[in-house]
């Protein structure tokens, strides 16, 4: 066994336990109600310059077909799987515009270049600072979350947790951690350039959050 393969195996067999929030530096915003969670989670996002939108699943596939018509988006790279894989394809063919799959093949120019937006689906999602998790994998890699100049995100309700440290204890984060884990606020901003605050120079120039009520 190599250096670096022994180095894993003890790390991946250590018995890691998250830390509770009594050692916390500071106090950690924690919701009253569920409304109280969902307030602040919108807030802080569209705070963030994020467009937010609340629906039942029911209304996903008409909620995604105006989207796409009302930003004009003609054509949308998006995974293979996930719960709401159908009704995205299904929602694309009503808008009239292309769907398209992510391949290690594909030319990162025309990614950059002809690519419209991306749907996604999240992982989790964190109220306190208005929070995408996204858990990249094969299905849908990283470049769909941080390419296209429109991300629009799919989030379940019930995966809204108070903050950061609930969302590791509850998935035990600590014990099966990914390559990555793309934690999103908002839009791509910097301010690097004559300390003037402009949206999309690294990434996504619109973020777009479906939150769906089951």
């Not at 299905?139 to 309700?157: G, K, M, N, T, W």
Request: with cysteine.
């Amino acid at each position: 066994m190599s250096a670096k393969h022994a180095i894993l195996s003890r790390l991946r067999s250590a018995n890691v336990l998250a830390k509770d929030d009594s050692h916390c530096a500071y106090q950690q915003w924690q919701s009253q109600s569920v409304d109280d969670k969902l307030a602040r989670f919108q807030s802080r996002l569209i705070d963030s310059h994020a467009e937010v939108i609340s629906i039942t699943k029911s209304e996903l596939t008409e909620t995604l077909q105006h989207c796409i018509e009302e930003n004009a988006l003609q054509r949308i790279i998006t995974g293979r799987k996930g719960n709401c894989a159908t009704t995205i394809s299904q929602s694309i063919t009503l808008a009239n515009a292309e769907q398209c799959y992510f391949d290690d093949s594909m030319e990162k120019q025309w990614l950059f270049n002809q690519v419209n937006a991306s749907i996604t689906h999240s992982y989790g999602a964190i109220a306190d600072t208005g929070t995408i998790v996204l858990w990249p994998d094969a299905d849908e890699p990283r470049a769909l979350s941080l390419v296209p100049d429109h991300h629009i995100v799919l989030v379940d309700v019930d995966t809204l947790l108070d903050n950061f440290s609930e969302m590791i204890r509850h998935h035990q984060l600590q014990q099966g951690m990914p390559t990555n884990v793309i934690l999103v606020s908002g839009p791509s901003k910097t301010a690097d350039i004559q300390q003037t605050l402009a949206y999309g120079a690294h990434g996504p120039k619109k973020l777009t959050v479906i939150l769906i009520y089951i």
